[in-house]
């Protein structure tokens, strides 16, 4: 209850910050890009995870603002890196509420502008599962950011019960492979065939695709043999504050 009363104010208290998470490109060992993660310290109730808030800001609408507030502090702090990392990619989590409000693409383009972000640095994730269930407004509103010049991602890919014939009609750049998947391919040769075919079909489709949720070396190995593009995962970081992610970027990029 406490959360739900308290967090129509979590942005005007500025209770909510951001970390951020590597995307590694498997070929070089170098960030291609950074996903941003919300984060809200809540002054007595502590750290409250994304999955006990998000939820509740999606049933009453507070998602639009949260999300904008993400894309304005994200974007903001990737124009300040573009000279020390530059050509950084920015990705953002989109609730799939959103795309049933096409006004979220003016908003996208207005806070571009402010930041004097270049459009083809953001790339906008969406569930799979969200995607699919609103298939036809997803499919306008990604069509429309495409043509500002921003990428889309489908995340959580496998768990939605879509398919890649299905997918190579959306304006989709980016393919996230779902932890689940990537969890047991060093140990379980039907995960590893089921990764590889995904990988694969992807490719043969010019979607790059990225895996999630790496944690060993042995899966590192093996996505790499199977020509993965991208990796995420506490393998190589965990999601870091911007001071720590700097660092991280520093040292490895
Ligand atoms: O890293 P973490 O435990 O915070 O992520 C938990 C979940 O919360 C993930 O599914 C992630 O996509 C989601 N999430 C994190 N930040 C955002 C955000 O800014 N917007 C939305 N819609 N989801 C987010
Ligand atoms: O759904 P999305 O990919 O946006 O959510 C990211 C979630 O995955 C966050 O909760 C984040 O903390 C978590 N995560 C990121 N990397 C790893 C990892 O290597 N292992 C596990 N178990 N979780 C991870
Ligand atoms: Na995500
Ligand atoms: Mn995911």
Redesign the pocket.
Known sequence: IVIEQDLPFAIMRGQFYL?YQPKVRLTQGRAMGIE????WRHPTLGEI???DF?PLAEESGF?FE??LW?LERACRQVKEWERKFPGLKLA????PFLLNRPELVEHVKRILRETELVPDRLIL?VTESGLMENIETGRHILTELQQLGVQAAI?DFGTGFSSLAYIRNLPVSLLKIDRSFIQGIAENSKDATIVDTIIHLAKSLDIEVLAEGVETESQVVLLSQMDCDYAQGFYFSR?LEAEKLQQWLEKYN
């Open positions: 970390c941003a993660l919300l984060r995870p994304p999955l998000i998602i949260i999300t993400v953002v989590n989109l609730s994730e995340d999601s």
